[in-house]
């Protein structure tokens, strides 16, 4: 497809735009390799050797094996918690008629309006009064709460789109109200579903207030993004060895992106279309 002048500054813009998102994930993937006198010296020369030394000793510095096991554990239950409550939420929404299941919906939306650190110090309450404080699974049960008014409300546009003789011919072959959200529903919302957990997965696994503040310090049960900035230093931060350790912790970003990222594609255009 040929596209006229017009179109120039569109693709200027657009190429602008990607040198801004490549130029400091270049800037990140060599200093990896690099010390910090070439790091200052040469910013953006390639690096002169490609030797490990720095992923190993951030991965041994900053207790990273542990933090990343961590990480995975609290986002992952997290993740099938949000999913385990949002899915059965959205689905008895879009199925009620008239004004009470357009008033859930926006209860659901208020969640919008709290700042994130407005809910702070009632968090660090509640999580003292229940005993979890310093604990894993109280961020376990509190992400979940944090997602639910996204997920909600973009599963409900989803389900809402499902033709209600779908649901009617499952009846009929005696399908209960769970084996038509199973088999109906679930399925053809998989690209909304898709969406709220790559949205949700990169949320969790780079929170970083709550769990400084709710786990604490403790290198056995503290995430990966609360084990990094113990690689920075008052004196002598080794800027190689911390752009090393942040590149550990992109890898699983990026694996968890690649896989959702054509779901998350078909949300979109399907949602571009209906609109």
């Keep these: 497809m040929k596209f006229g002048r017009s179109w120039l500054p569109a693709h200027v813009l657009a190429w602008l735009y990607a040198a801004l ?3 400091p994930l270049y800037y990140l993937l060599v200093s990896a390799f690099k ?4 790091i200052f010296g ?8 490609l030797s490990a030394h720095n992923f190993t000793e951030a991965f041994s510095s900053a207790d990273l094996g542990s933090a990343v096991v961590n ?17 059965p939420a959205a689905f008895a929404i879009a199925r009620t008629e008239g004004r009470l ?18 809910a702070l110090f009632p968090t660090f309450l509640l999580a003292a009064a229940t005993g979890l404080f310093h604990t894993r699974a109280f961020m376990v049960l509190f992400l979940p709460a944090t997602a639910m008014p996204l997920s909600v409300v973009i599963l409900v546009q989803f389900m809402r789109t499902i033709p209600r003789e779908m649901e009617e011919a499952a009846r009929i072959d005696g399908a209960s109200t ?10 053809m919302c998989m690209p909304g579903i898709a969406t709220i957990l790559l949205l949700n997965f990169l949320t969790f696994w780079n ?16 995430t990966v993004q609360v084990a990094l900035p113990t690689l920075k230093s008052l004196t002598r931060t080794d800027y190689g060895i911390l752009t090393a350790g942040t590149v550990l912790t992109l890898v699983p970003v990026w694996a968890v992106y690649t896989v ?16």
Excluded at 102 to 115: C, D, I, K, N, T
Excluded at 178 to 187: A, D, M
């Design 101 to 118: 299941g357009a008033f859930v919906e926006r209860v659901f939306s208020l969640g919008f309006l709290v700042p994130t650190f407005a």
């Design 178 to 187: 769970f084996g038509v959200l199973r088999h109906v529903y679930t399925p």
């Design 207 to 222: 929170e970083y207030l709550y769990s400084l503040v709710i786990i604490g310090p403790d290198p056995e049960q503290r």
């Design 260 to 275: 959702l990222q054509k779901r998350m594609q078909q949300a979109l255009v399907s949602g571009a279309v209906k609109m």
């Design 35 to 38: 010390t910090n006198d070439q």
């Design 21 to 23: 998102l490549v130029v």
């Design 71 to 87: 990480s995975v554990l609290v986002t992952a239950l997290a993740l099938a918690l949000t999913l385990g409550l949002a899915i």
């Design 42 to 49: 040469s910013p953006f020369a390639l690096p002169t050797s």
